[in-house]
């Protein structure tokens, strides 16, 4: 049940906070290097299903020196095969609940963004990485493989060839070569990447929420149809987004010059 203010009740792996219009929750789990054990996942899953409706971007970040050192291993020795189809179903199920869900999330990295927990930012709408940020999916050399939907979105941030050389030689990328590849689109300095993310929080929290709604469920949907689909789709959703009273409001404002005008990078 969503309300206007109240979060979902959290495991103690994950803190949330509100910072007006941006809910902010992060991993909490340094002494584990926020490895991300199944109530850790169930705890997002509920976050993001319970999202107050007030809340107009969310702001993801780990605390403590890594980001997330990924999957909890000392969970993995006891499961055969059907318990973990049904654990990674698990995965999908609460990162899809974040992806397509009521807010855009912006994820701040820092440290390790390794295995599931490259998987997690992956599942975001939009990366700031700090200078510390390294990314990694060790599951290769640990003889396992990626469960967390990282073969579905990995392939289209980086591509295919890119992440089969991570699986296969154990390959890890800067901040810096993360940024030119795509997987994040900002950089920070060291400390500064929480409130960069904020910052960029808070602005997609001034977008109409159809607009948000229009990036965040409909472009990744038209961005996978078959081209004919896809300009229909287009048609229908921005014809919709204009007809918004609100959007009819800001187009006013700008023609009336009391709106900002696009600036220089
Ligand atoms: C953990 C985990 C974990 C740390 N599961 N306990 N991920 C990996 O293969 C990455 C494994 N972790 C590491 O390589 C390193 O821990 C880090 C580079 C991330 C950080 O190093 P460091 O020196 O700061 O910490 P540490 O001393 O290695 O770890 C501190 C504690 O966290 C230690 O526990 P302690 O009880 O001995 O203090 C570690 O055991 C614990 N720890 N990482 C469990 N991952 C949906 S499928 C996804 C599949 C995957 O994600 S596979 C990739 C798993």
């Given at each position: 049940?969503?309300?206007?203010?109240?979060?979902?009740?959290l495991p103690a792996s994950l803190v949330a906070e509100?910072?007006?219009?941006?809910?902010v929750l992060k991993l909490n789990r340094p002494h584990k290097r926020n490895a991300l054990d199944d109530e850790t996942i169930l705890g997002i899953?509920?976050?993001?299903?319970?999202?107050?409706?007030?809340?107009?971007?969310?702001?993801l970040a780990g605390e403590g020196d890594h980001f997330s050192a990924g999957l909890d291993l000392s969970e993995l020795e006891?499961?055969?095969?059907?318990?973990?189809?049904?654990?990674?179903?698990?995965?999908?199920?609460?990162?899809?609940?974040?992806?397509?869900?009521?807010?855009?999330?912006?994820?701040v990295l820092h440290g390790a963004v390794v295995g599931g927990g490259l998987?997690l930012a992956?599942?975001?709408?939009?990366?700031?990485?700090e200078?510390s940020a390294y990314?990694a999916?060790p599951?290769?050399?640990r003889?396992?493989?990626?469960?967390?939907?990282?073969?579905?979105?990995?392939?289209?941030?980086?591509?295919?060839?890119?992440?089969?050389?991570?699986?296969?030689?154990?390959?890890?990328?800067?901040?810096?070569?993360?940024?030119?590849?795509?997987?994040?689109?900002?950089?920070?300095?060291?400390g500064?990447g929480f409130?960069?993310?904020?910052?960029?929080?808070?602005?997609?929290?001034?977008?109409?929420?159809?607009?948000?709604?229009?990036?965040?469920?409909?472009?990744?949907?038209?961005?996978?149809?078959?081209?004919?689909?896809?300009?229909?789709?287009?048609?229908?959703?921005?014809?919709?987004?204009?007809?918004?009273?609100?959007?009819?409001?800001?187009?006013?404002?700008?023609?009336?010059?009391?709106?900002?005008?696009?600036?220089?990078?």
């Amino acid at each position: 049940m969503s309300s206007l203010t109240a979060f979902a009740a959290l495991p103690a792996s994950l803190v949330a906070e509100r910072r007006g219009a941006v809910a902010v929750l992060k991993l909490n789990r340094p002494h584990k290097r926020n490895a991300l054990d199944d109530e850790t996942i169930l705890g997002i899953e509920a976050f993001f299903l319970g999202l107050p409706d007030d809340v107009g971007a969310v702001l993801l970040a780990g605390e403590g020196d890594h980001f997330s050192a990924g999957l909890d291993l000392s969970e993995l020795e006891e499961r055969d095969v059907t318990q973990g189809i049904a654990h990674s179903g698990l995965w999908h199920r609460a990162f899809e609940k974040m992806q397509f869900g009521k807010a855009p999330v912006v994820a701040v990295l820092h440290g390790a963004v390794v295995g599931g927990g490259l998987e997690l930012a992956a599942a975001t709408h939009v990366r700031v990485a700090e200078r510390s940020a390294y990314y990694a999916l060790p599951e290769g050399s640990r003889g396992i493989y990626v469960g967390g939907g990282g073969s579905v979105r990995l392939p289209r941030l980086i591509g295919v060839a890119r992440m089969m050389d991570m699986m296969l030689t154990g390959r890890t990328y800067s901040a810096e070569e993360g940024l030119a590849m795509g997987l994040t689109t900002y950089l920070a300095e060291p400390g500064q990447g929480f409130a960069k993310g904020l910052e960029l929080a808070e602005r997609i929290a001034g977008n109409t929420r159809l607009t948000n709604f229009a990036v965040t469920h409909a472009l990744p949907r038209i961005a996978e149809s078959d081209p004919a689909s896809g300009y229909a789709m287009e048609a229908l959703m921005s014809s919709i987004a204009q007809a918004d009273g609100e959007a009819k409001a800001r187009l006013k404002a700008f023609l009336e010059k009391r709106a900002p005008k696009v600036t220089r990078p």
